[in-house]
């Protein structure tokens, strides 16, 4: 697909939207849908891609764990044996296929910022990174630690952004005992090298 069109499909994709999530749900996908589009006019990158990746990067939020292990596994998608453990987890993985399947989105970069947005990777594409970090920092996130600085940075540095958010959750799934997830570890290890 070149470039998407975004009028009346794009009104359509945000009343399936909050229909599927609920609207606090979509409230954070508006939010991170607009901060996704102001970082790519900082980054240089497609801004309408950016907006409409933000809007539905958790659009499969609404579903049941069953539902998710059945949609990812229905992609033929490879499931951890962590993620088996946590289904919600899978939101993003299984977030790519619902984009793609409910809501038309046949765009590489945007299905995979998708895929990526919890964990992110080592190497992430520009659009891959916006999403990520507009997940963390959009405006209606309650306060986490260092989340000014963190808000601040992405604007100045999006690499170091990252590495400041995988720390940021790295310390408190540790702090809770909660599972972390090896592909966050290796974000972090990537992006603090620089
Ligand atoms: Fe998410
Ligand atoms: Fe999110």
């Given at each position: 697909?070149?470039?998407?069109?975004?009028?009346?499909?794009?009104?359509?994709?945000?009343?399936?939207?909050?229909?599927?999530?609920?609207?606090?749900?979509?409230?954070?996908?508006?939010?991170?849908?607009?901060?996704?589009?102001?970082?790519?006019?900082?980054?240089?990158?497609?801004?309408?891609?950016?907006?409409?990746?933000?809007?539905?990067?958790?659009?499969?939020?609404?579903?049941?764990?069953?539902?998710?292990?059945?949609?990812?596994?229905?992609?033929?998608?490879?499931?951890?044996?962590?993620?088996?453990?946590?289904?919600?987890?899978?939101?993003?993985?299984?977030?790519?296929?619902?984009?793609?399947?409910?809501?038309?989105?046949?765009?590489?970069?945007?299905?995979?910022?998708?895929?990526?947005?919890?964990?992110?990777?080592?190497?992430?594409?520009?659009?891959?990174k916006i999403i990520f970090v507009a997940d963390y920092i959009e405006p209606n996130r309650t306060d986490l630690p260092g989340l000014d600085d963190i808000r601040k940075t992405a604007f100045v540095n999006?690499?170091?952004?990252?590495?400041?958010?995988?720390?940021?959750?790295?310390?408190?799934?540790?702090?809770?005992?909660?599972?972390?997830?090896?592909?966050?570890?290796?974000?972090?290890?990537?992006?603090?090298?620089?």
């Amino acid at each position: 697909m070149g470039s998407i069109v975004i009028d009346e499909n794009y009104e359509n994709c945000r009343k399936l939207l909050k229909d599927s999530i609920g609207s606090k749900r979509y409230m954070h996908s508006i939010g991170v849908s607009n901060t996704a589009a102001c970082l790519a006019m900082r980054y240089g990158s497609d801004v309408k891609k950016a907006y409409l990746a933000g809007l539905l990067h958790d659009c499969a939020k609404g579903l049941k764990d069953v539902q998710l292990v059945e949609t990812v596994e229905r992609a033929g998608i490879e499931i951890s044996p962590l993620e088996t453990d946590n289904p919600e987890l899978l939101h993003s993985k299984a977030g790519s296929v619902v984009a793609k399947d409910k809501y038309g989105i046949d765009d590489k970069d945007i299905l995979s910022a998708i895929f990526y947005h919890t964990t992110g990777k080592p190497g992430m594409t520009v659009l891959e990174k916006i999403i990520f970090v507009a997940d963390y920092i959009e405006p209606n996130r309650t306060d986490l630690p260092g989340l000014d600085d963190i808000r601040k940075t992405a604007f100045v540095n999006i690499d170091t952004a990252i590495e400041m958010i995988c720390k940021n959750t790295l310390d408190y799934l540790k702090k809770n005992g909660k599972a972390i997830d090896r592909a966050t570890v290796d974000t972090y290890e990537y992006y603090r090298r620089g």
